[in-house]
Nanobody, 122 residues
Framework: VQLQASGGGLVQAWGSLRLSCAAS????????MGWFRQAPGKEREFVAA????????YYSDSVKGRFTISRDNAKNSVYLQMNSLKPEDTAVYYC????????????????WGQGTLVTVSS
Protein backbone atom coordinates (compact mmCIF):
# COMPACT_ATOMS: atom_id res chain seq x y z
CA VAL A 1 0.00 0.00 0.00
CA GLN A 2 1.20 3.53 -0.75
CA LEU A 3 0.41 6.35 1.65
CA GLN A 4 0.25 10.11 1.18
CA ALA A 5 -0.12 12.41 4.17
CA SER A 6 -1.36 15.98 3.98
CA GLY A 7 -2.86 18.75 6.07
CA GLY A 8 0.09 20.04 8.03
CA GLY A 9 0.82 23.71 8.49
CA LEU A 10 1.45 26.52 10.93
CA VAL A 11 -1.06 27.02 13.72
CA GLN A 12 -1.14 28.98 16.95
CA ALA A 13 -1.21 27.26 20.32
CA TRP A 14 -4.70 25.98 21.25
CA GLY A 15 -5.61 25.85 17.58
CA SER A 16 -6.68 22.84 15.53
CA LEU A 17 -5.53 20.97 12.44
CA ARG A 18 -6.78 17.91 10.63
CA LEU A 19 -4.30 15.61 8.97
CA SER A 20 -5.29 13.23 6.21
CA CYS A 21 -3.62 10.16 4.83
CA ALA A 22 -4.76 8.71 1.52
CA ALA A 23 -3.92 5.11 0.71
CA SER A 24 -3.67 3.44 -2.64
CA UNK A 25 -3.88 -0.28 -3.08
CA UNK A 26 -6.29 -3.00 -2.19
CA UNK A 27 -7.79 -4.23 1.05
CA UNK A 28 -7.28 -0.97 2.96
CA UNK A 29 -9.73 -2.13 5.60
CA UNK A 30 -7.34 -4.96 6.50
CA UNK A 31 -4.63 -2.52 7.56
CA UNK A 32 -4.03 -1.15 11.01
CA MET A 33 -3.21 2.52 10.50
CA GLY A 34 -1.11 4.68 12.75
CA TRP A 35 0.16 8.20 13.11
CA PHE A 36 3.67 8.86 14.35
CA ARG A 37 5.62 12.08 14.74
CA GLN A 38 9.22 13.12 14.86
CA ALA A 39 10.45 16.38 16.31
CA PRO A 40 13.92 17.74 15.46
CA GLY A 41 16.60 15.80 17.28
CA LYS A 42 14.14 13.31 18.71
CA GLU A 43 13.15 9.76 17.93
CA ARG A 44 9.98 9.00 16.02
CA GLU A 45 7.16 8.45 18.49
CA PHE A 46 3.73 6.87 18.45
CA VAL A 47 0.75 9.23 18.39
CA ALA A 48 -2.34 7.16 17.59
CA ALA A 49 -3.53 4.00 15.86
CA UNK A 50 -6.80 2.55 14.64
CA UNK A 51 -7.81 -0.99 13.75
CA UNK A 52 -8.93 -1.95 10.25
CA UNK A 53 -12.61 -1.75 11.05
CA UNK A 54 -12.18 1.48 12.97
CA UNK A 55 -13.65 -0.16 16.02
CA UNK A 56 -10.68 0.39 18.31
CA UNK A 57 -8.39 3.36 18.73
CA TYR A 58 -5.19 3.88 20.69
CA TYR A 59 -3.41 7.06 21.78
CA SER A 60 -0.23 8.12 23.43
CA ASP A 61 -0.69 9.72 26.82
CA SER A 62 0.59 13.03 25.50
CA VAL A 63 -2.26 13.43 23.00
CA LYS A 64 -5.11 11.53 24.63
CA GLY A 65 -8.16 13.75 24.94
CA ARG A 66 -6.85 16.25 22.38
CA PHE A 67 -6.34 14.16 19.22
CA THR A 68 -8.79 11.85 17.48
CA ILE A 69 -7.90 9.24 14.89
CA SER A 70 -10.55 8.04 12.46
CA ARG A 71 -10.79 6.33 9.10
CA ASP A 72 -13.09 6.08 6.12
CA ASN A 73 -12.51 2.74 4.42
CA ALA A 74 -14.74 3.69 1.51
CA LYS A 75 -12.31 6.53 0.76
CA ASN A 76 -9.14 4.60 1.68
CA SER A 77 -8.28 7.34 4.12
CA VAL A 78 -7.28 7.86 7.73
CA TYR A 79 -7.44 11.15 9.61
CA LEU A 80 -5.96 12.77 12.68
CA GLN A 81 -7.99 15.58 14.20
CA MET A 82 -5.72 17.61 16.44
CA ASN A 83 -7.25 20.05 18.89
CA SER A 84 -5.79 22.20 21.66
CA LEU A 85 -2.40 22.07 19.98
CA LYS A 86 0.68 22.88 22.01
CA PRO A 87 4.12 24.02 20.88
CA GLU A 88 5.48 20.61 21.93
CA ASP A 89 3.26 19.02 19.27
CA THR A 90 5.50 20.57 16.62
CA ALA A 91 6.90 17.74 14.50
CA VAL A 92 6.75 16.00 11.17
CA TYR A 93 3.73 13.71 11.28
CA TYR A 94 3.74 10.41 9.43
CA CYS A 95 0.98 7.97 8.67
CA UNK A 96 1.89 4.30 8.64
CA UNK A 97 0.21 0.99 7.97
CA UNK A 98 0.56 -2.67 8.79
CA UNK A 99 -1.39 -5.93 8.71
CA UNK A 100 -2.60 -7.52 11.90
CA UNK A 101 -2.02 -6.31 15.42
CA UNK A 102 -1.76 -2.73 16.60
CA UNK A 103 1.75 -1.80 17.73
CA UNK A 104 2.99 1.42 19.24
CA UNK A 105 6.52 1.06 17.90
CA UNK A 106 7.40 2.50 14.53
CA UNK A 107 9.62 -0.40 13.46
CA UNK A 108 6.57 -2.67 13.30
CA UNK A 109 5.05 -0.66 10.44
CA UNK A 110 6.34 -1.47 6.96
CA UNK A 111 4.34 1.14 5.04
CA TRP A 112 4.91 4.87 5.45
CA GLY A 113 3.75 8.14 4.00
CA GLN A 114 6.15 10.98 3.29
CA GLY A 115 5.33 13.08 6.36
CA THR A 116 3.65 16.43 6.82
CA LEU A 117 5.05 19.22 9.00
CA VAL A 118 2.98 20.63 11.84
CA THR A 119 4.32 23.77 13.51
CA VAL A 120 2.59 25.15 16.60
CA SER A 121 3.56 28.66 17.62
CA SER A 122 3.24 29.92 21.18
Amino acid sequence: VQLQASGGGLVQAWGSLRLSCAASGRSFSNYVMGWFRQAPGKEREFVAAITGSGGSTYYSDSVKGRFTISRDNAKNSVYLQMNSLKPEDTAVYYCAGRWGTVYRTYDKYPYWGQGTLVTVSS
